[in-house]
């Protein structure tokens, strides 16, 4: 009977740590989904821009400038990942970083300059998504 009682008493423990290591493990920071979800935001508002053809100077800086920024704050969010996302995330800054020192102010230039950060975009998502 105290054996019984022990195994039983052994098996509750287990499983309960089990539920708090997953529950624990199921619990990662946001950052990465939020980092991508801003980018995906200033990226569509360009796009956006260019389709309705209101491209506006100062508000294709500010997206392409808030773009840039969240592509820096990639390898921080995403740490611990292997080299090749890296590189890709290095392509993807190299990218924005042209399209932000080209500065389009009509939409056609604006078109042509995101053409490289969505291949980026593109490529990443295709092989590490």
Known sequence: MRSALLIVLGLVI??????????ALHQRTPLPKAVMTVMAYHSSELHHAVKAGQCDAAAIATNLARLQSAALDIPGAFKGVEQPFLRASDKLQDAVGSAVTAAPTSCAALA?????????????????R
């Open 14 to 23: 287990g499983i309960l740590g089990s539920v708090f290591t997953f529950s």
């Open 112 to 128: 042509t300059t995101l053409q490289p950060v969505d291949d980026a975009c593109d490529s990443c998502h295709k092989r590490f």
